[in-house]
Nanobody, 129 residues
């Protein structure tokens, strides 16, 4: 079955960097668009970034544009999120998702804003001085 495992989170000071990983198994990774999402304390789902099947097209939330970079390695069945210049407001649990249709990734926060559906365990990112 589809399995996505997020890792790489941690505690970092403002201005620092982290790289998150999303390891995929149980499906043909290269046939799926991928996305990173986050849930900050007391807030609903936010779509952070998406990447198409081949990695040829990416999209970012305005809040992370210019600071975060989404990439993927289809040979390793893994997606990444390089996070630079981290801010306090980046503190959240980060999740990844896969879908054959990248447009469905854009809808996910609307249909499941509280992460009540099928999600991985996520990885905690805490930005604190």
């Amino acid at each position: 079955q589809v399995q996505l495992v997020e890792s790489g989170g941690g505690l970092v000071q403002p201005g620092g960097s982290l790289r998150l990983s999303c390891a995929a198994s149980g499906f043909t990774f290269g046939s799926y668009a991928m996305g990173w999402y986050r849930q900050a304390p007391g807030k609903e789902c936010e779509l952070v970034a998406t990447i198409t099947r081949t990695g040829g097209s990416t999209n970012y939330a305005d809040s992370v544009k210019g600071r975060f970079t989404i990439t993927r390695d289809n040979a390793k069945n893994t997606m990444y999120l390089q996070m630079n210049s981290l801010k306090l407001e980046d503190t959240a649990v980060y999740y990844c998702k896969a879908d054959r249709d990248v447009l469905e990734l854009f809808k996910l926060c609307l249909t499941d804003p509280q992460f009540l559906g099928s999600w991985g365990q996520g990885t905690q990112v805490t930005v604190s001085a």
